[in-house]
């Protein structure tokens, strides 16, 4: 079965301390690669593609197709990082939905 | 370049009544979906089209009916508002690729069933 799995629905941090999320996925094809960032009241907004393999606000996420893993990585967390990040799946070439992980909420403690 | 738009932005219904929520988006997409966020919690799949004409249920489709009429539209239907479908509902469309397959999102509708 196709799914994305985020372990982790609450993960604290102190601020300065490295930051890891979790998303493993399980697909039989070669999906995109997701993560996605959800400010307090406001919609998601894409943070990272796999495809692209670009810095953005600090964050690095590197695809894993061995351990079907693409874990999410800030060396050095700061206070605005406090959000919801999701995982997220896309089977290229159309053939079905985007499939997101459940979240995980990263909260920076000061 | 409008993105996705959601239409209302907020509304409090009383229990029974019925509702309409509109998802239009300006980027030729073919997939779009209705999700539902309840307070501190991940997104929720209600429905999903991947094409003008098509719909097809999600993870939590009771109590929600949608049309795609046309492609740039997806609608989300309440025919009988329950306090349980009080949360924030958010539209998403994708493209239909081998790349740039992202999702986007509307701004979300803040939906209270009183």
């Known amino acids: 079965a196709q799914r994305v799995t985020q372990p982790e629905k609450l993960l604290s941090v102190f601020k300065g301390a490295p930051v890891e999320l979790k998303c493993n996925y399980s697909?039989?094809?070669?999906?995109?690669l997701f993560w996605y960032v959800q400010y307090s009241r406001q919609r998601l907004q894409l943070l990272l593609r796999?495809?692209s393999r670009e810095s953005i606000k600090g964050f690095t996420a590197d695809l894993n197709k061995g351990e079907t893993s693409f874990h999410l990585k800030k060396p050095f967390a700061q206070e605005e990082d406090s959000a919801m990040y999701y995982c997220?799946?896309?089977?290229?070439?159309?053939?079905?939905?985007?499939?997101f992980g459940k979240g995980t909420r990263l909260h920076i403690l000061p | 370049n409008a993105g996705v738009t959601q239409t209302p932005k907020f509304r409090v219904l009383k229990t029974g009544q019925s509702m309409t929520l509109l998802c239009a988006q300006d980027?030729?997409?073919?997939?779009m979906y209705w999700y539902r966020q309840d307070p501190g919690m991940g997104l929720r799949l209600i429905h999903y089209?991947?094409?003008?004409?098509?719909?097809a249920k999600g993870e939590v489709p009771d109590g929600y009916n949608v049309s795609r009429l046309k492609k740039q539209n997806f609608l989300l239907g309440l025919e009988s508002a329950a306090p349980s479908q009080t949360s924030v509902y958010f539209c998403?469309?994708?493209?239909?690729?081998?790349?740039?397959?992202?999702?986007?999102f509307g701004q979300g509708t803040r939906l209270t069933v009183v």
């Open positions: 998403a469309s994708s493209y239909f690729g081998t790349v740039n397959t992202e999702a986007f």
């Open positions: 697909y039989s094809g070669s999906p995109e």
């Open positions: 796999h495809i």
């Open positions: 997220a799946l896309s089977p290229r070439g159309g053939g079905d939905k985007i499939i």
């Open positions: 980027m030729n997409h073919e997939y």
């Open positions: 089209s991947v094409g003008e004409g098509t719909t």
